[in-house]
């Protein structure tokens, strides 16, 4: 399990490592002035140069590069760098804040919203899955199969447009406040309001995402209910609400797993439609500005974030398997 | 009364080439404490015959009757079914790489069978399964009762699922294929602990499989099926010495070192196909691909009737019906030719080839498989 560990870990070293590199290269290639941005307005051109000095900016790439890894850009003597700790993601010069800070604030939003989201796409999905595929063609199969098809055409925009035109912009207009509009309020201040603004967005999200785990769901459920270890799980005479759920479940969760792990690592590198459409201001939204604004330092470690995550996970994931299934520890 | 009669057994499927009738009026019966095999090519409806009548084929249209100890088993509520299954019929399937649950432990496996069915605590369950794999000889059992499936070999696992089946101490046993996964030593081994088990649990076994060697070891009656039914039933010594379905014959001439085949010959494998159930050929199912096929095969439909024994074949001879649906310990066979030609005799052969010669208006010189198709 150590050696597992060990090695997961590595990769997952490994990959952010070739992640950095690439987004520093595209950084370095779009290259704008960050010195002249970060300067008073009509600074002369001396200044300007003595800034870019200032932040090694004249350095040949490899060194930036290098200076990205363990130290990043002096400015007002923050000692930063990735391989420091805290690890730190640069300077926006843009915001004059450090990048992780302006990350980090965002952060909670978008946690927020897609690990709830995912608890109820699961919890949306899980059972009509299962139910569709224990009475595979009978009515309800039919009507879960329609309705996934479905939430699978229709556009997270759209069912989030929807949502707020029937459910803020009706309700008001019919005199019950019921939702926001939008807007995050974080769980430590109000975790009641924390939920209230997050229900329309959650909602937005898993609807969506359901129909697919509904067809997963069913399609892993109905192969592993006609293996042989159900027969046997049926021939000892248990109750087939056991069968279906302690026998074929178990077995059918493994593609689940690993959809929602993805799902749930893209989902927090930035759940930008949704994030906009509520005005949510988290990681999503934060790239969107971003790179309208040409702040790429926060761009990069937006990436870099949205990489972690992802790479993250997938360990994660790993690791929820050689817990589900006994043999994959062995290897 | 037997521990279990089998009526008029009819299993069908409604598939999408339309319908296929897997079990076409399947009687047999099982004494306490006898073994019964059942014996046939792939596809002749053996698996699906015994899953049927315990409730695990689904999506099947069955008829008929299952007396098991005087219930109906294919009539009964679903919840009694239940009950009995893991309880007082066991099951052991073909294949153990893939019947046993690859993320539970194999002790618990056998733990959750006792639980299903008795109020005891789960430490005392444990107790059992570890005494049970002890039994069933997998050394150091306290140890490998915590074992996953794939940390077994195929025999272990085939071992662990006849500890499971027994776990309840079940009063009938069927064993579908039990060793056809397995490599020859192991199938002894296998073979040789269900006897043992049997034994001292007095446990009917319906033992299936398509290896008339098997059934010679362990079998008190045997049921020849083809295509969905039954073409030939009787005790052991009388379906090898004296069997009078000339798909019996084949099936024995293709097993080694059998009565019908001498030592050092060469294995005859039947020619042909089964047939599709899906479109049976006309008449005697298995006509297309007999040796001795005659005019009355292609038309009509032979009937299970008794044989004569011994005492009666040098009297003349009368197809009389088999005089209950049930032939206790009697001989059946479902063939149009003259009932006492039975077994690998000269004498025998040549009533059959004289049969055959006037039972054929243009001579067929050699069998034809195309009528399979
Ligand atoms: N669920 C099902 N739906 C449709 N046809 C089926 C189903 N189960 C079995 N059959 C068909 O029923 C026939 C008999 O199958 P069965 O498994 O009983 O054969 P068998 O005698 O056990 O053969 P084997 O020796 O290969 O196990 C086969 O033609 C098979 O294709
Ligand atoms: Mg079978």
Partial sequence: MLRFLLRRFGYLVFVLFVIALVSFGLNSIANNNPAALLAPRGASAEAIAQIKANLHLNDPLYLQFWHFLTRGPDIRGTKSGLMQWPPSLG?????????????????????????????????IALPIGVLAATKARSLLDRVSTFFALVGLSFPTFLLGLLLLYVFYYQLTTAGFNVFPAGGYVALTTDPLEW??????????????????????????????????????????????????????????????????????????????????????????RLAVLSVSDGDLPVVVGVTLVAAFFFVFINVLVDLVYALLDARVRVD | MALLEVDDLQVAFDTEDGRLRAVRGLSFSVEAGQTLGIVGESGSGKSVATQSMVGLTRGARISGRALFDGDDLLTMAPENLRALRGNQIGMVFQDPLTSLHPQYTVGWQIQEAILAHEQIRKGEARKRAVDLLGQVGISQPERRVDDFPHQFSGGMRQRAMIAMALSLSPRLLIADEPTTALDVTVQAQVLELMKKLQAE????????????????????????????????????????????????????????????????????????????????????????????????????????????????????????????????GGHVSACHLPPEAVGPSPDAESRRERAVAAGRSTPVAVLQDEGAA
């Fill in chain 1, 195 to 284: 939920a209230h603004h997050l229900i329309l967005p959650w909602f937005t999200l898993a609807l969506t995402e359901a129909a697919i785990y509904v067809r997963v769901t069913r399609s892993s459920m109905l192969e592993v209910l006609g293996e042989d270890y159900i027969r046997t799980a049926r021939a000892k005479g248990l109750p087939e609400r056991r069968v279906v759920y302690r026998h074929g479940l178990r077995s059918a969760l493994t593609p689940v797993v690993t959809l929602a792990g993805l799902d749930v690592a893209t989902l927090l590198g930035g759940a930008i439609v949704t994030e906009q459409v509520f005005g949510l201001d988290g990681v999503g």
């Fill in chain 1, 91 to 123: 300077y926006s010069f843009v915001k004059q804040r450090p990048v992780t800070e302006v990350i980090l604030d965002k952060l909670p939003a978008t946690i927020s919203l897609a690990l709830g989201a995912m608890v109820l796409w699961l919890a």
């Fill in chain 2, 201 to 328: 649990y007095g446990t009917a076994l319906i033992l299936i499989t398509h290896d008339l060697g098997v059934v010679a070891d362990m079998a008190d009656d045997v049921l020849v099926m083809y295509a969905g039914r039954a073409v030939e039933k009787a005790d052991r010594r009388t379906l090898y010495y004296r069997q009078h379905h000339p798909y019996s014959k084949g099936l024995l001439a293709s097993v080694p070192a059998s009565a019908a085949h001498a030592p050092g010959e060469r294995l005859i494998p039947i020619a042909g196909q089964p047939p599709s159930l899906l479109h049976l050929p006309s008449g005697c199912a298995f006509h297309p691909r007999c040796p001795y096929v005659m005019d009355v095969c292609v038309s009509e439909t032979p009937e299970l009737l008794s044989v004569p024994s011994i005492a009666s074949e040098n009297r003349p001879s009368e197809n009389r019906p088999a005089s209950e649906n049930r032939p206790a």
